[in-house]
């Protein structure tokens, strides 16, 4: 069965510091992972897809297909970091499955 | 262009009562999801419509339904209402959502309590 498990509720560092939100997947065929974002008072928006390789706001995320883990880095992270992070995997077409997110709080 | 609208931004129903919850897509999205969110389960997937078709389904009863019109508009009906199905119903609305690592757009979502 499909499943996305981030197994960090609360996860706090200091500003300057990195930060690695981690995510673990569970999944039958190929993967297309994706992590998505939710700052205070906006909108839950797309950070990054693995297929794109691309780094978003410092942040990138790499699939390890032997671990099942697409995690999240940043090696310093900004107070503007903090928000809630989930992960998710598609299962094809539109039907994605969620974390239960992280919330990342960057102390000054 | 405007984004992804929910409306009623928030709800109060009772339970037994049905709900009926609103999204309008981005335009020339014709792709719209649904999800709900709790504190406990994060997102969950409850159905995918296209071209006024539900073309996915997540693990949810019966009693959650959905529509999809001709101008992509849907609509997401909740019947008879328990207290577990307090939540915060998360509409996405995506181009075509038939390719894959398409970008989902989400709304701000309808909080619904039932008491």
């Known amino acids: 069965a499909q499943r996305v498990t981030q197994p960090e509720k609360l996860l706090s560092v200091f500003k300057g510091a990195p930060v690695e939100l981690k995510c673990n997947y569970s999944?039958?065929?190929?993967?297309?992972l994706f992590w998505y974002v939710q700052y205070s008072r906006q909108r839950l928006q797309l950070l990054l897809r693995?297929?794109s390789r691309e780094s978003i706001k410092g942040f990138t995320a790499d699939l390890n297909k032997g671990e099942t883990s697409f995690h999240l880095k940043k090696p310093f992270a900004q107070e503007e970091d903090s928000a809630m992070y989930y992960c998710a995997l598609s299962g094809g077409g539109n039907q994605f499955y969620f974390g239960t997110g992280t919330s990342l709080t960057v102390i000054p | 262009k405007a984004g992804v609208t929910q409306t009623p931004r928030y709800l109060i129903k009772t339970r037994g009562q049905q709900v009926t919850l609103s999204c309008s897509p981005i335009?020339?999205?014709?792709?719209v999801s649904w999800y709900q969110q709790t504190p406990g389960q994060g997102l969950q997937f409850l159905f995918e419509?296209?071209?006024?078709?539900?073309?996915n389904k997540g693990n949810f009863p019966g009693r959650f339904s959905g529509r999809q019109f001709s101008n992509s508009r849907s609509e997401m009906n909740v019947s008879t209402l328990e207290l577990g199905d307090s939540a915060l119903y998360l509409c996405a609305s995506s181009r075509t959502g038939g390719v894959t690592n398409e970008k989902l757009f989400f709304g701000s979502g309808t909080q619904l309590s039932v008491l």
């Open positions: 999944y039958s065929g190929s993967p297309e």
């Open positions: 419509y296209f071209s006024e078709t539900q073309r």
């Open positions: 335009s020339g999205h014709r792709s």
């Open positions: 693995h297929i």
